[in-house]
């Protein structure tokens, strides 16, 4: 009970939902990303206006040493300088190997490796609007009830939502009433990838069977977002559908 009430001191900064795309979710399903993220955004982080008359680059730069300072000092609740020496190590090289190249690969961010600097984009505000005030890999997602563990985390409902299946099932339930056929969503689902405009093989209809029943469904019950029952092929909405469905487009494209 006491993590809970910690996690939910530190709630999202954006209170209404807008619009998540597939790979703005992808992005944001790693805490240690929303952290950078935040971190450039914050408003100690905002540039002196006279200070980009000079700059030959773009918005503002900051040093990657007080990135990964803030974003270990966020993910482990210490004050910047008191981080433990291993949590620093940790972020500092999972910053610099895997997170810095894909924020700057996704165009979030540019990142000077060999200047050691960060440069925040006018795409990292946006990006900034979805990430939480305090991001770890158990922060509840907004909305979702907390009485001990969140059942539904940040990092969980940005990893459903980047798969554009797990998009569609959740559509897909929210045009449906009461419980919803397993093969009747991978019927659906099948017609929307098949590249043929006749009927859909039967070997096209069992490969997203089989990828849901074993694979994406059994992702989203643990969450609470649909209640799977893998015994009778049945799929309705959980408790925490509401709260992951209204970040989703009125109309997705089609896979």
């Known amino acids: 009970m006491f993590l809970c009430m910690l996690i939910s001191s530190y709630p999202g900064v954006f209170e209404s939902s807008r619009n998540v795309s597939a790979g703005e979710a992808d992005v944001l ?7 950078i993220i935040r971190s450039l955004s914050s ?16 918005d503002f730069e900051v040093d990657k040493e007080d990135i990964i300072e803030k974003v270990a000092s966020w993910e482990t609740g210490h004050d910047i300088g008191d981080v433990p020496r291993s949590d620093m ?8 190997q895997d997170h810095f190249p894909l924020l700057d ?3 979030v961010i540019n990142y000077f490796e060999e200047d050691g600097v960060i440069e925040a984009l006018p795409v990292t505000y946006d990006y900034a609007e979805l990430v939480e005030d305090r991001p770890r890999n158990d922060s509840p997602f907004p909305g979702v009830e907390c009485s001990g563990r969140p059942t539904l985390t940040m990092d969980m409902a940005y990893l459903i939502l980047s798969n554009d299946r797990r998009r569609h099932v959740l559509d ?14 991978s019927e659906y689902l099948a017609s929307m990838e098949s590249d043929s405009a006749g009927p859909i093989s039967s070997d096209e209809r069992k490969t997203v069977y089989i990828d849901l029943d074993q694979w994406h469904l059994p992702k989203m019950n643990g969450t609470e977002v649909i209640h799977y029952d893998g015994d009778r092929k049945t799929i309705e909405q959980g408790q925490n559908f509401e709260n992951l469905v209204n970040y989703l487009p009125d109309e997705l494209a089609s896979i």
């Open 172 to 185: 897909y339930l929210g045009n449906s009433n009461g419980l919803t056929e397993l093969s009747d969503v």
């Open 29 to 35: 399903k790693n805490s240690r990303r929303r952290g």
């Open 43 to 58: 408003e100690s982080a905002v540039p002196d206006p006279f200070v980009n008359l000079f700059s030959d680059r773009g």
């Open 105 to 107: 690969d996704r165009d």
């Open 89 to 96: 190590k940790s972020v500092r090289y999972t910053l610099h």
